[in-house]
């Protein structure tokens, strides 16, 4: 079973504080991994995306992947309220047989920024 | 560039009875997936489509759910008959390209309640 581990928190930071939201996977055959962005009563958006290991930068957020560990983490810095939502860590199959590379998505981390 | 569209944005019935989703994805967007989101969970795929043609159906519950995609374009889903286990926020995603780099955008979704 390929499983996306998230703790589902939740994550309390104070505003301009740097968020870390962690993700671990179980299928070393995955091959990128994504974070989305769900506010409450909302459909996840894409944030940014991943398929080499170390550091990718886009604005105030950070990706971040260790293959070997089996490890994916976002750094959100200069946090703001409007951050404030659940993240959810996907990540890609090389191949899920049937022609697809299925994505599986973690339970979230629900991410709070206090004022 | 309008978005992947779905309706109903809301939908109330009782057990056994039968329920439709409809979903119209981004123009040219020749994938379509349909996930299932329970609260508190991440998303999980119940079908994938690429044009017309189902590429992985394997998480879809084929004695109560179909899903049909005519026409390569928009696509259905039903679920009859309808369990309590299926109340859920049913999201439909659309994108342009498979492979790992493959990025998803997501409808609104439809919030079904089974009484």
């Known amino acids: 079973q390929k499983e996306v581990e998230q703790n589902s928190g939740p994550l309390s930071v104070p505003e301009g504080a740097i968020a870390s939201l962690n993700c671990t996977y179980s299928?070393?055959?995955?091959?990128?991994f994504f974070w989305y962005r769900q506010y409450s009563g909302k459909s996840p958006e894409l944030i940014m995306f991943?398929?080499?290991?170390g550091d990718k930068e886009d604005g105030r957020f950070t990706a971040q992947l260790n293959k070997a560990s089996q490890y994916v983490s976002l750094l959100i810095r200069d946090s703001q309220p409007s951050d404030s939502a659940t993240y959810l860590c996907?990540?890609?199959?090389?191949?899920?047989?049937?022609?697809?590379?299925?994505?599986?998505f973690g339970k979230g981390t629900k991410l709070s920024v206090i004022p | 560039e309008a978005g992947v569209a779905q309706s109903p944005r809301y939908k109330i019935i009782e057990k056994r009875q039968s329920v439709a989703f409809w979903c119209n994805p981004i123009?040219?967007?020749?994938?379509l997936y349909w996930y299932q989101q329970i609260l508190g969970q991440g998303p999980k795929l119940l079908i994938q489509?690429?044009?017309?043609?189902?590429?992985?159906d394997s998480q879809l519950p084929k004695d109560r759910f179909s899903a049909e995609r005519l026409k390569g374009v928009d696509s259905t889903l039903k679920i009859q008959p309808a369990k309590l286990e299926d109340s859920a926020v049913y999201l439909c995603?659309?994108?342009?390209?498979?492979?790992?780099?493959?990025?998803?955008?997501f409808g609104s979704g439809t919030q079904l309640s089974v009484l």
């Open positions: 995603a659309s994108s342009s390209a498979t492979g790992r780099n493959e990025k998803l955008f």
């Open positions: 299928d070393r055959g995955s091959q990128s």
């Open positions: 991943i398929y080499s290991n």
């Open positions: 996907a990540a890609r199959l090389a191949y899920s047989g049937a022609g697809s590379y299925q994505l599986t």
């Open positions: 123009s040219g967007h020749a994938t």
């Open positions: 489509f690429q044009n017309n043609g189902v590429v992985d």
